[in-house]
């Protein structure tokens, strides 16, 4: 990094050092589903009020629950009905991954190419994520979904603060350096602010270090490391030499030399999931 981007990055450091980066907020709408849903008492159709709030999440809703995913017998035109369908915990879940999209709309012009970039790169990685979910018991594939989702939240403040920096945001190799240095710590702030499970947490942290490595059972950051070398989506400055010494692959009990990407089953699967995602 030059002088200039050093400036930027210790700038950056210490407003994460100090909390006081600014970062996005989720929906109203999404946070009470969530905090509703944490409630006993809470009823299907509180959930569906709730819901109805907000119009492009309701909408969004009704064409997930009818598309290829959950395949209903009959199609699904109210909330009512969709949230009597999928469940409590499991509408909880979708309308976290759903409100997900709504982070990475740009404020800018300029910043608009980097957020769809971002988006799309979320998406299939949670879309990869939640086809390997079905052969992993502890994970739902709507938990496997948001963890995609959200692995790489942390590069949005970046870009925005980097945005007031021509020579920075138009030098790909330094942007893309500091990227990867904060965006875990970036992301950990964000997530907790926002009070996600730890698990998730750990997901923004660790992801993109293929170092890491635990002796629980396979989890949502080894999920997410090898749909990443799997997707191709780490820069080959960043990319471990010896994928069989990433642990992820092991502990989830694939054979890093075998891409389950292009299995033609697999494939079927990964477009649903960002065809679910993509409208």
Known sequence: MNAKT??????????????????PSLPEVALKIRDAVED???????????LSQDGSLSARMIKVVNSPLYRPRTPIDDLHAAVTRLGLTLVRDLVMNLAMKQMFQATSDVLDKKFRSAWSTSVDVAAICQMMSVTMEDISKERALLAGLVHNIGSLPILMLAVNDDDLFNDAAALQSIIVELQGRV?????TNWNFSDSLVEVVKHCHDFNYTNDDDANLVDLVQVALLQGGFVSEDYVPGDWTQVSAFSKIGMDSEVNVIHIEGNKECIEDAKASLRF
């Open 40 to 50: 006993e008492n809470t009823t299907t159709e509180q959930i569906a009020n709730a």
């Open 187 to 191: 992301g950990e702030l964000i997530l």
């Open 6 to 23: 050093d400036i930027f990055f210790n700038e950056l450091k210490e407003a994460v050092d100090s909390d006081s980066l600014t970062l």
